[in-house]
């Protein structure tokens, strides 16, 4: 009863979230609709026992993800009207189903069959956050080192495409200079 | 009704990817098209859960925790780009990006 109680809740409440995040115009609306939508889906992982998952759910995107979303709105100054892509509904909605369809047969597939086993089972009286340890520094070690450089690789380059070519470098200028430039700009 | 079985998050996870998927074919702005892959990405990672929670296997948890940091980095390196077209053209717009100029 309380899991039926908290899934629909929840399942109600991602759903509300997300489509607001799809329909409206205003960015900062679709952040904070984002954001709220992604807590709400580490509800999900919480009630499903995968309590690891949760957490970083809540971290990851709440705490990293949110933030540089919110830094790239301010940059681009996004307070202004988005423009929608007005191509004719009866495709858009047609392809979305078929893709949502096809998701779920594809996920779906592996259940008709009767040998399926679990490569690496749960245990019985261990934590999920220790299962998740276990599995990931043992089984999942090279996975695990490949997302490290893939993720260090991101942030060079999304340091370097970024700070490339800036207008001004504050670091190599004179305070004379500096005071110069803040004037020009503020005039 | 009463009973949550994992029909019921694979429907869950159906919607949210439906709603993605409008969101990516509708937004012509970059950055709110980013929202729209982050939902995507998180409706497929419920249906790793679900399934990791119903078969006792913690491969779906594993796939839906590197799902996770293919997001970020998607999400750092997209922005970085962002940032380099807004200073050339001045806007995210998806229109400016129909031509490229060698």
């Given at each position: 009863m309380f899991e039926a109680v908290a899934f629909y809740l929840f399942a109600f409440l991602t759903i509300s979230m997300f489509f607001i995040v799809v329909t409206t115009s205003q960015a900062l609306y679709a952040l904070t609709?984002?954001?709220?939508?992604?807590?709400?889906?580490?509800?999900?992982?919480?009630?499903?026992?995968?309590?690891?998952?949760?957490?970083?759910?809540?971290?990851?995107?709440?705490?990293?993800?949110?933030?540089l979303y919110a830094f790239g709105m301010m940059f681009f100054?996004?307070?202004?009207e988005v423009k929608e892509k007005l191509g004719n509904k009866y495709i858009i909605l047609g392809l979305t189903t078929f893709a949502a369809v096809l998701v779920v047969v594809i996920f779906s597939?592996?259940?008709?069959?009767?040998?399926?086993t679990a490569f690496y089972p749960m245990v019985e009286g261990a934590g999920n956050t220790q299962e998740v340890g276990l599995v990931l520094f043992t089984k999942y070690l090279v996975p695990f080192e490949v997302a490290a450089v893939m993720l260090?690789?991101?942030?060079?380059?999304?340091?370097?495409?970024?700070g490339k070519k800036m207008d001004n470098s504050?670091?190599?200028?004179?305070?004379?200079?500096?005071?110069?430039t803040n004037k020009k700009v503020l005039s | 009704m009463m009973e949550i079985g994992l029909n019921h998050y694979l429907v869950l996870s159906t919607i949210l990817f439906a709603i993605g998927l409008v969101g990516v074919m509708?937004?012509?702005?970059?950055?709110?098209l980013f929202f729209a892959t982050e939902?995507?990405?998180?409706?497929?990672?419920?249906?790793?859960?679900?399934?990791?929670?119903?078969?006792?296997?913690?491969?779906?948890?594993m796939f839906a925790f590197f799902v996770i940091a293919i997001a970020a980095s998607e999400l750092a390196v997209g922005l970085g780009l962002l940032i380099v077209w807004f200073k050339r053209h001045g806007t995210i717009d998806l229109d400016t990006m129909t031509s490229m100029r060698g």
């Amino acid at each position: 009863m309380f899991e039926a109680v908290a899934f629909y809740l929840f399942a109600f409440l991602t759903i509300s979230m997300f489509f607001i995040v799809v329909t409206t115009s205003q960015a900062l609306y679709a952040l904070t609709a984002l954001a709220a939508g992604m807590i709400f889906i580490s509800a999900f992982f919480f009630i499903l026992g995968a309590d690891f998952l949760g957490a970083v759910q809540i971290i990851v995107y709440t705490g990293a993800v949110m933030a540089l979303y919110a830094f790239g709105m301010m940059f681009f100054d996004t307070t202004r009207e988005v423009k929608e892509k007005l191509g004719n509904k009866y495709i858009i909605l047609g392809l979305t189903t078929f893709a949502a369809v096809l998701v779920v047969v594809i996920f779906s597939a592996p259940m008709v069959s009767s040998n399926i086993t679990a490569f690496y089972p749960m245990v019985e009286g261990a934590g999920n956050t220790q299962e998740v340890g276990l599995v990931l520094f043992t089984k999942y070690l090279v996975p695990f080192e490949v997302a490290a450089v893939m993720l260090l690789v991101a942030m060079v380059a999304g340091i370097v495409l970024a700070g490339k070519k800036m207008d001004n470098s504050l670091t190599l200028m004179s305070e004379v200079e500096i005071d110069e430039t803040n004037k020009k700009v503020l005039s | 009704m009463m009973e949550i079985g994992l029909n019921h998050y694979l429907v869950l996870s159906t919607i949210l990817f439906a709603i993605g998927l409008v969101g990516v074919m509708k937004r012509k702005n970059l950055l709110l098209l980013f929202f729209a892959t982050e939902i995507l990405l998180n409706s497929v990672n419920i249906a790793f859960a679900a399934i990791s929670h119903y078969y006792g296997d913690l491969t779906g948890q594993m796939f839906a925790f590197f799902v996770i940091a293919i997001a970020a980095s998607e999400l750092a390196v997209g922005l970085g780009l962002l940032i380099v077209w807004f200073k050339r053209h001045g806007t995210i717009d998806l229109d400016t990006m129909t031509s490229m100029r060698g």
